[in-house]
């Protein structure tokens, strides 16, 4: 019953909510990962974005003008890693934030000697808790021109990390994943790349990945979506967790 009735009002949303097909057409040009995809998918991907669009608040800021091609570019961004998942995991907050470019948050830290300290780092993007998504438009546009960087599913990837407590690397997985091989996994890769990186060898994946294990979730998930051959050769095992975790084949 509660499965017709969620169909119900998804057909409704659909219908009262639908995105032209120009703007799916121009969303699907420039979002490669939504581009690879086959034409079930990308039915899919439609229905999930005009969701997207219904149940969370797109809040341009700064002067910033976010006309409906942006909008409908953004959700198809934001819907990639849910797309075998549902709206369902992006539950608990409904704000997505969007600066004309990279921002300075206002925050202060306090060291281990009492000192307080002013954040002044440039930002791209940044996920709250149970708070809203930020992100830089400038580096929303910029996707798929530095091959791996999708800024939108990288601030997704710590949604759905956060969804069992803080980020930290280690989403719910599924009923059939393997927290013990996740962890390995993940520790192994992490490892093997802190001594490239040691070494001064070029890496297979942004470097930012090693700031923390959150955020080499993160990154990873950038470059599973946007450039799976690189990761599959170079991370193979990485790859296949998070295959199994986003229950996608984008390679």
């Not at 439609?46 to 341009?60: D, H």
Request: proline residues 6%.
């Amino acid at each position: 019953m509660f499965d017709n009735i969620r169909n119900w009002r998804l057909r409704r949303i659909v219908a009262r909510h639908p995105i032209a097909e120009s703007l799916w057409r121009d969303a699907l040009q420039r979002c490669t990962a939504a581009r690879r995809l086959g034409a079930s998918d990308q039915a899919t991907l439609r229905v999930l974005a005009t969701q997207f669009l219904e149940r969370k608040s797109l809040e341009p800021t700064k002067g910033l003008h976010l006309d409906d091609a942006g909008r409908v570019l953004l959700a198809a961004h934001a819907c990639v890693p849910i797309l075998k998942l549902g709206l369902d995991w992006y539950d608990g907050w409904h704000s997505v934030i969007v600066y004309p470019d990279a921002f300075i948050p206002r925050r202060t830290k306090t060291d281990e000697a009492g000192v307080v300290h002013q954040t002044n780092s440039m930002m791209a993007g940044e996920a709250w808790g149970r708070g809203p998504v930020i992100l830089s438009w400038a580096d929303v546009l910029n996707t798929g021109k530095k091959p791996g960087h999708n800024v939108v599913i990288h601030e997704m990837a710590h949604k759905l990390d956060m969804l069992n407590g803080d980020a930290n690397g280690f989403p719910p997985l599924h009923r059939r994943m393997d927290r013990r091989v996740w962890s390995r996994v993940f520790s192994s890769a992490w490892d093997s790349l802190k001594s490239e990186q040691r070494n001064g060898a070029d890496l297979p994946i942004d470097p930012y990945a090693l700031e923390s294990p959150a955020e080499f979730f993160a990154v990873a998930s950038e470059q599973f979506f946007e450039d799976p051959a690189t990761l599959r050769q170079h991370l193979p095992e990485v790859y296949r967790q998070l295959e199994q975790f986003y229950r996608q084949h984008p390679f």
